[in-house]
């Protein structure tokens, strides 16, 4: 397994992260536990923030809290200078509980509710980033009535069919669900009737193309399109974008097969981009926005597991298990997605074996590595996944009433408990057994 940030093998032959022995972790706070190494979150700021000062252009740092969504974190990005995309009342709510300033939160998603919209409203958002035309009206009409203005990004589809991790993971094509499209006039039409909204001020546009992207031709291709429709924009309706948002989808390395570029890379491809084709219309140039998600959070995470039972069916493969699976880490169900494991008790140990990680949940497909070389693997023992710092705590899921592991920040060697595990009472907390129910004899 890839050994990332301060994840290292110490003496007594354990994964140590952040400083902490993963064995000591364990009696702690028990398994499953997703392990986040805390200084590789601050670089992965960091790196973001230092190239685009570095370019010299404008710019906001957007955190895609949907990649995952704590309080602690929420600080962590407020203290690194982050801004911080949300996408429901629920992600709103966290960044305002943790203290994140509202004026740099940026509300996304294709179904704001009018609750999750008047939240906002309340909260002062810095911004809208409006998907659709419906949108467009409700929000108007819900701003006129509370008498306040607020800032809004279209978001766009600039018909660039990007090289994401799956199909479900890209969103820059025409038939996406996401956003007003620029080939076949929608953005065009989008911007002039926002211009004439009254409570709404059209800062510019937005665009993501996808996810887990590993070139940049995708991002200048995008550049290129959104400046091609502002010089459009500025001819035919006099309106200049201030801003445009190039979303995230910045890729990371999972296993081997991974070729993410640094960040520097990415940022220095867009912002180099924009001076290109915004240079070209004789504009300003507008203030550069990304909202990385992975990118920020994904190689800081290890999920620790502990072994349990195991299934040999000869000539064809042994079965591992853990107590966790996909409730905890949905993706290789859902996207097919690779990861690397490593035998964290024992893990100077040579490989004798490929075996497959099984998940505990009622489901041929809660598997979470196919055919992975590990030492020969006993009860007890204990099973690092790494790279579960995205889109692994945020899409956990219940299922089979097992409850979500609780989530540490290492650094140093100190950990803090940033999220409970779940408890059995967390599980029940919200079911009800109405009276009429309660009633009725238990017939034998
Ligand atoms: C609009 C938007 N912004 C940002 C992100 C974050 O993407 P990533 O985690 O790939 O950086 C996503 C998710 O793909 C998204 O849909
Ligand atoms: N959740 C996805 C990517 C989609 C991100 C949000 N647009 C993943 O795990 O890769």
Known sequence: MYLHGTSRINDAGHLEIGGCDVTELKAEYGTP????????????????????????????????????????????????????????????????????????????????????????????????????????????????????????????????????????????QTDSKFGFDIGNGSAFEAVKQASAKDNLTLLGVHSHIGSQIFETEGFEMAVERVADFARRVKEELNTEFRVVNLGGGFGIRYTEGDTPLQVSEYVAAITGAVKKYFAGIGAVLPEIWVEPGRSIVGDAGTTLYTVGTNKTIPGVRKYVAVDGGMGDNPRPALYE???????????????????SIAGKCCESGDMLIWDVELPETKSGDLLAVACTGAYNYSMASNYNRIARPAVVFVQNGQSDLVVKRESHSDLIANDIIPARIAKQPVTK
């Open 33 to 172: 536990l997703y392990i986040m190494d805390e200084q590789l979150i601050r670089r992965r700021c960091r790196e973001y923030m230092d190239a685009f000062a570095a370019s010299g252009l404008g710019f906001q740092v957007a955190y895609a809290s949907k990649a995952f969504s704590v309080m602690a974190m929420c600080r962590i990005a407020d203290e690194e200078g982050l801004s911080l995309d949300v996408v429901s009342d629920g992600e709103l709510y966290t960044a305002l509980q943790a203290g994140f300033p509202a004026d740099r939160i940026h509300f996304h998603g294709n179904n704001k509710t009018p609750f999750e919209i008047e939240m906002a409203l309340d909260a002062g958002i810095g911004c809208f980033v409006v998907d659709n035309f419906v949108e467009l009206e409700l929000l108007q009409a819900i701003a006129a009535s509370k008498h306040v203005n607020v800032n809004i990004l279209l978001r766009v589809t600039p018909g660039v069919e990007a090289h994401a991790h799956h199909a479900y993971a890209a969103t820059g």
């Open 337 to 355: 997605s690779k990861y690397e494991a490593l035998l964290a008790n024992r893990a100077n140990e040579a490989s004798v074996e490929t075996v």
